[in-house]
């Protein structure tokens, strides 16, 4: 496609088109009309001075009869100027005037006939056109007066030229104006169509070029810019589980396939086959839990779960868990205490909130527990749902190791098990989970220092307050 | 102390294979259908089922399955949701619309609560996410079978010595007053609902905690061992039983 082509075929030029076209045929109607009506309005001067003037001659004429007049009209047969007289006898000898050459069937006509003529003093026989008014006087004598129209139609051709002009050049302004804008327009949708096939190339860092003026063209750039933002931060995050996938599901997979390959291997008793069974299946169970620890995250933060929100209170959430929890609890040496007292209303999905409060206390006792134990840290677990401004808390506080400040954000990111925890059982997927739960519901998961300790909070908006107790 | 031995069983082990030791359920002979289109699958399940002493028949597609469904008498049918020809909650809703109420276990890939929430209003009875145990699929097939006539109404429900009356909320054994917390009466009812059959740790966390996601750690074990100590503690004939890797089981061991 040639540039013009393309400049051709662009909404703006055609707009331009439109508009130039339609704003043509205003001023072609606006001029026409001025120049109509000018045009009647001094054919009425005309009317009213000769109709004037051939009532003095009949005055005249009354009064001093055919020699009076006569005399009347030769003397203004010679004055300067655009009138035309003309008296002729009853069979149409001309007595005076300054013009002749007058069709015969102009005399036939009374009132008023538009016609050539020729001036008496004249030689040329140029082409003249006059409005007259041919009057019988009593006594058969006929009276003509008139005016010349050169004056009229020049007036009309004026304005007629004016209009024509004026139309030329603005269809001319308006065609390059176009071409301008247009250029312009296409020269930044150009250069988004460039970055937009660079970023299809697979480069996603190209942003699309904003001009600054906030005008549509920017404004839909910005809002472009920011969904490539999103796009790349999601691309990135794939990479990311990919690449945790491949390192937290692979080294599970190849301990799977080496227990097999020994025990393949044989020269092993009965006893030595079906243990080796059971710890195949054992570590396939932990793959599979992975895996659907996994596959919730993506769910939770692609936005599943949405339609199933409803209000609840997250008070009954933090007894139910704590209730499902104390036992374990109880077995490893800790104390799990509920500090659930108040309604903490939420609306959200119950189940998932469930499940990442369950998964904090899980961790919680997973990583005190050797505290208590080894360096005799206090043995309390607090497990709380409050209101604090506009946000519900739901928290989950421990005295185990905690996790260092500069190794918190780390550690919300999936696959992260910090090291020395590395030994530990579970998918390390537990706080990503949490805070991906969190952020479905709008909400944050923080993690604070409990002095010593963890302490992890599910920050969710807070609901409207539950009317209905359940 | 509580017989923490029972805790650290693995899950999910091939069971019905080994130790004759063990409780085993009080098992008739059922008849069970399988539409699943994994033929593996299928044909592992039909012998594994065979080997506990029940009667498996199999179709690879929705329409075979179907017209099978509406000849035979089953006792149980096991419907995976993704099928070709026809797809699983469409059989079930079929067979439902023509007045057939034979007791349904959905097997699907997809396990989220609310996938759960499509295939028990299609009609279906219980929902299993894949990948499954066959110990976990055996348990919830027995216990849907036995549902039917089953005692779900009774106001009393009694094993050996131990009673727990529904309407009042008591538990006794022997004569002698078991106070229980509440969720410790809801867990001792399901088992008792459902003795002399095995019931599942996942069966548990669903029925009685209502939770269908999986908490990582074996959090119901602690909870059976502390009402194992309050109803077993101190008789010689122990009732609640744990079936080694499959879960756990009221009975009567004397009988």
Redesign the interface.
């Known amino acids: 496609m040639t540039a013009l082509a393309k400049l051709f075929r662009t909404t703006t030029f055609k707009l331009t088109l439109v508009y130039l076209f339609i704003f043509a045929i205003f001023a072609a109607f606006l001029l026409g009309y001025f120049a109509l009506n000018t045009r009647r309005l001094i054919t009425e001067q005309i009317t009213d001075t000769v109709n004037a003037e051939i009532n003095g001659l009949n005055e005249q004429y009354n009064q001093g009869g055919i020699r009076r007049l006569v005399l009347v009209v030769d003397a203004r047969s010679r004055r300067p100027g655009s009138s035309l007289y003309l008296v002729t006898t009853f069979n149409g000898d001309t007595l005076a005037g300054n013009i002749t050459e007058v069709p015969p069937t102009v005399f036939n006509t009374p009132g008023w006939t538009e016609t050539q003529y020729r001036r008496v003093e004249e030689t040329d026989s140029g082409d003249h056109h006059a409005l007259v008014r041919v009057f019988q006087l009593a006594g058969g004598f006929r009276l003509l007066v008139g005016r010349d129209l050169e004056e009229r139609e020049r007036v009309y051709h004026i304005v007629i030229d004016a209009g024509k002009w004026s139309v030329a050049i603005v269809m001319a302004l308006g065609i390059l104006g176009g071409v301008f804008v247009t250029r312009r327009v296409l020269r930044r949708v150009d250069a988004m169509t460039e970055t937009t096939r660079t970023i299809m190339g697979g480069d996603l860092s190209g942003r699309l070029p904003v001009s600054g003026s906030g005008d549509e063209l920017d404004r839909l750039a910005v809002n472009l810019n920011e969904m490539l933002e999103r796009i790349e931060a999601l691309m990135r995050g794939l990479q990311e589980v990919s690449d945790n996938i491949a390192h937290d599901l692979k080294t599970p997979l190849t301990r799977l396939r080496n227990r097999a390959e020994e025990a393949l291997r044989g020269g092993q008793s009965e006893s030595g086959y079906r243990a080796a069974l059971?710890r195949t299946?054992?570590e396939s169970?932990a793959l599979?839990?992975t895996f659907?620890?996994l596959?919730?995250i993506a769910?939770a933060e692609s936005g599943?779960?949405r339609?199933?929100m409803q209000d609840f209170d997250a008070s009954d959430v933090a007894r139910?868990v704590g209730?499902?929890?104390e036992?374990?609890a109880e077995?490893r040496g800790l104390s799990l205490v509920v500090e659930a007292n108040g309604a903490a209303p939420v609306k959200g999905?119950r189940?998932l909130i469930?499940?990442a409060v369950?998964?904090l206390v899980?961790n919680a006792?997973?990583y005190a527990a050797p505290a208590v134990q080894n360096n005799g840290a206090p043995p309390e677990i607090v497990l709380s749902a409050r209101i604090e401004g506009d946000t519900t808390l739901i928290s989950v506080g421990d005295h185990g190791p905690g996790i260092p400040e500069a190794d918190r954000p780390r550690a919300i990111e999936r696959f992260v098990r910090l090291e020395q925890s590395r030994s530990q059982p579970?998918?390390g997927l537990?706080l990503s989970l949490a805070s991906a739960v969190a952020r479905l519901h709008g909400g944050e998961l923080r993690l604070d220092d409990n002095k010593p300790g963890l302490k992890s909070v599910i920050a969710l908006p807070r609901a409207a307050p539950l009317h209905s107790l359940g | 102390m509580p017989n923490f031995s029972a805790i650290n069983v693995p899950r999910g082990r091939g069971r019905g294979f080994d130790a004759a030791a063990e409780p085993q359920p009080d098992r008739t002979r059922m008849r069970i259908l399988l539409i699943e289109d994994d033929r593996e699958a299928v044909d592992y399940l039909v012998k594994a089922f065979k080997e506990v002493g029940h009667v498996a028949d199999r179709a690879y597609d929705g329409e075979d399955g179907l017209a099978l469904a509406l000849d035979g008498e089953y006792d149980v049918l096991i419907v995976d949701r993704m099928l070709p020809k026809r797809d699983g909650l469409s059989v079930i809703g079929m067979l439902r619309d023509k007045g057939i109420e034979t007791p349904v276990i959905i097997l699907s890939a997809l396990g989220q609560v609310d996938d759960r929430v499509k295939g028990l209003r299609a009609g279906g009875d219980d929902y299993l996410a894949k990948p499954y145990s066959f110990s976990e699929l055996l348990a919830r097939v027995e216990v849907l079978a036995r549902r039917r006539g089953s005692r779900g109404e009774d106001t009393m429900y009694r094993v050996a010595d131990l009673e727990l009356d529904r309407m009042s909320r008591e538990v006794s054994r022997g004569g002698q007053k078991i106070l229980l917390q509440p969720r410790e009466f809801r867990l001792l009812e399901y088992l008792m609902k459902h003795a002399g059959q095995v019931v599942t740790r996942t069966m548990l966390l669903e029925n009685v905690w209502d939770y269908h996601f999986d908490p990582q750690t074996n959090v119901i074990d602690v909870h059976i061992s502390r009402l194992r100590s309050k109803i077993d503690k101190g008789f010689a004939q122990p009732l609640l039983h744990t079936v080694r890797g499959a879960g756990y089981m009221i009975r009567d061991g004397a009988r």
């Open positions: 059971e299946i054992e169970e599979i839990r659907n620890a596959l919730m769910r599943h779960g339609d199933a139910d209730e499902l929890y036992p374990l077995q999905n189940e469930s499940q369950a998964n899980d006792i997973k579970g998918s537990g």
